[in-house]
């Protein structure tokens, strides 16, 4: 499991004064990019590289509400991780350890100018691959 944080900002929120639905999804995206960075990855050398990386399946299930100014961990575990694809689950919790969603995603590795699903190449797949089993065990 791989953490990193971040804090509601103003414009995030809605007239509510709760965070709008649609940051949870993105914070699921700072999660993933965070994690593969910490695993020696840059989604630029992949994009470099030809690899895109879409979205295939998203969900979300909001337990809690985010507020201005709060301070969310993002705990993402890898679920599945193949050649072609990769499942990730989210957990967002607040300072006081409330949970403020839950969710999942699958993206699928993909030639940039074809839209074929590819292979993952080693440089990218063993690191990926290691991640897996820790998170797996």
Known sequence: MFTTTV????????????????????WFEVARVELFRSIGISLWDMMDKGIVFPITKV???????????????????VTKM?????????VIYREDHSVVC????????TDAKTGKIIRLPDEFYRPMEALAKEDVQ
């Open 59 to 77: 969900s979300c299930e909001y337990k809690e509400p985010a507020r201005f100014d709060d301070v969310l961990t993002i705990a993402v575990t």
């Open 102 to 109: 839950t969710g999942d995603t699958q993206n699928v590795f």
């Open 82 to 90: 193949t050649r072609a694809q990769c499942a990730l689950h989210y």
């Open 7 to 26: 804090q509601v900002r103003f414009y995030e929120t809605d007239m509510m004064e709760v965070a709008h639905h649609s940051n949870h999804i993105r």
